[in-house]
């Protein structure tokens, strides 16, 4: 028996710059069947303020939750930052892991996102010995997703160095490893079998860094990427990477992965805050993606990137909350333009719509899921935000009243594959799992 909902809305942003007023939006086994303004065809729920497709967090590295607002007395650089960071993965166990990341994806869900891209390499244990089932600790965190009602694209990491010499991995990094890059797609692959016809999760391959995949490695798997797979990789995150790469092999990282065959439209390189004009070029060329992360580069000092010349060349670019030094997706879409005038001087080069499809449907493309849009076919992922409290109420009917102001705060509803997973800025899990955090 087909299951149908609808849904009578204040506003919603179908497209464009404007809200559209008094929307129906009708819902047949969890995909949108129908969509209708300006009245009503027999009644459904009603809901105040703008529904908008669910919100996509691109990158997402759950543990690093652990640390937020820890790290700021220490000073020190990214590099320091990552010692600590190496410390807190040594702490998590399955169990561990599962009740953490249930407690980040719930606040997620809380904030909006109905999907996260999970960029995952705590694969064994801390000896780098493997659990009994290898993919045990990727499977802790599919279930933690399922228990907050959100859909996640599992990017499985591959680290194998310590550095672009081959430095041996340290004590801190041996879990990350599995030992060569056929060992790795080996048991990819079986992670991928387990799920092959779940339509709430896609498992993609990122090799984590070319400082943390050697050269070989990075051509043993552009060799034998699946069709359609994702394809995820940190690029030029740190000026130190670049000159380390620059001296190893006489080109940029960008360089390097354009040699090596690892660009491409199913590959989305992670940051790119310090690319040259020739590495956006060459970006632009392959239809490579770029996930940019303002919170993240801002709270680590990790720099400004070049958002307005991604746009430029016409790259697609998507966000995410990465190390979550906070969980709010608005303030990483708006982070793409307002990043811009920082760097740019001006104002205005992403309009709102560009923004709104950043945190949405270029998110949702970079995983391999079909979403970010409001309209018939589309799966019945949708979020409801408030025009009514202090930070969103005021003048405006249109997307930028919405994309410039509202925060994860002012998201009342979400729906994901036309399920209800918070109603009324209440998840029925945060209780439960909010202790995780502790």
Known sequence: MTATISLVVQHAWLGGDELASDVQITIEDGRISRISTGETHGGGRRLAGVALPGLVNTHSHAFHRLLRGLTHDEGGDFWAWR??????????????????????????????????????????????????????????????????????GLLDA????????????????????????????????????????????????????????????????????????????????????????????????????????????????????????????????????????????????????????????????????????????????????????LRSGRRGTFTAPELAEIATANGARALGFDGGRLEAGAPADIIIVSKESPRSAGPGGDLGSVVFSATAADVTHVMVAGKWVVEGGHHPEWESVRTALG
């Not at 809380?110 to 996260?116: D, E, K, P, R, S």
């Not at 705590?122 to 965190?141: S, V």
């Not at 797979?229 to 990282?253: D, F, K, M, Y």
């Open 83 to 152: 010692s600590r960071m190496y410390e807190a993965a040594t702490t998590l166990s399955p169990e561990r892991y599962e009740e953490v990341a249930g407690a980040v994806f719930v606040e997620m869900a809380l904030a909006g996102i109905t999907t996260v891209g999970e960029f995952h390499y705590l694969h064994h244990q801390p000896d780098g010995t493997p659990y009994q089932d290898p993919n045990e600790m990727a499977h802790a965190l599919i279930r933690a997703s399922r228990r907050a009602g959100i859909r996640i």
């Open 158 to 341: 591959c680290y194998l160095a310590g550095g672009l010499s081959g430095e041996p991995l340290d004590t801190s990094q041996l879990r990350f490893s599995d030992g060569s890059a056929e060992n790795w797609l080996r048991r990819v692959d079986a992670l991928r079998l387990s799920y092959t016809d779940d339509e709430d999760v896609t498992v993609g391959l990122a090799p984590h860094s070319v400082r943390a995949v050697p050269e070989g490695d990075l051509r043993h798997l552009a060799a034998n990427v699946p069709d359609g797979s994702p394809i995820h990789i940190h690029l030029s995150e740190q000026p130190a990477e670049n000159e380390a790469t620059l001296s190893a092999h006489g080109v940029t990282p960008t360089g390097l992965l354009a040699d090596i065959g690892l660009l491409g439209d199913q590959t989305t390189v992670v940051h790119a805050t310090h690319v040259t004009e020739k590495d956006i070029a060459t970006l632009a060329r392959s239809d490579t993606g770029v996930c940019y992360c303002p919170t993240t580069e801002r709270d680590l000092a990790d720099g400004i990137g070049p958002t307005g010349a991604y746009r430029d060349a016409g790259l697609r670019i998507a966000v995410g909350s990465d190390s979550h030094a906070m969980i709010d997706l608005f303030e990483e879409m708006r982070g793409v333009e307002l990043h811009e005038r």
